[in-house]
Nanobody
Framework: QVQLVESGGGSVPAGGSLRLACAGS????????MAWFRQAPGKEREGVAS????????YYGDSVKGRFTISQENGKKTVYLQMTSLTPEDTAMYYC?????????????????????WGQGTQVTVSS
């Protein structure tokens, strides 16, 4: 059973930066599409970024392009989300997700129903 553990959340002022980490375990063999989602109170869960474990397929949501960067450290099976120029609109619970796949796909990476495994989330709060 794949396990995902997020860390790195916290409270920052607008304009600040944070780096989230998602440590995965029990992946076994094969590739995975890894993603970050976020959910603010009263809003739907939103795909933030995704990256494929075995290659360079990377996707970003429109609201974070140019500000957030997803990366991975395969040896440690860890995915990172570097967030810069944060605004109060970025305030949300951030979740890591994974799905065994041959790649991340533009038509599905942002669909929360496409993923099989989820972490517990880490809170990010940006003050104005």
């Amino acid at each position: 059973q794949v396990q995902l553990v997020e860390s790195g959340g916290g409270s920052v002022p607008a304009g600040g930066s944070l780096r989230l980490a998602c440590a995965g375990s029990e992946f076994g063999y094969g590739g995975y599409c890894m993603a970050w989602f976020r959910q603010a109170p009263g809003k739907e869960r939103e795909g933030v970024a995704s990256i494929y474990s075995g290659g360079n397929s990377v996707y970003y949501g429109d609201s974070v392009k140019g500000r957030f960067t997803i990366s991975q450290e395969n040896g440690k099976k860890t995915v990172y989300l570097q967030m810069t120029s944060l605004t109060p609109e970025d305030t949300a619970m951030y979740y890591c997700a994974a799905r065994r796949a041959n790649d991340c796909y533009p038509g599905s990476w942002a669909l929360n129903t496409w993923y099989n495994y989820w972490g517990q989330g880490t809170q990010v709060t940006v003050s104005s």
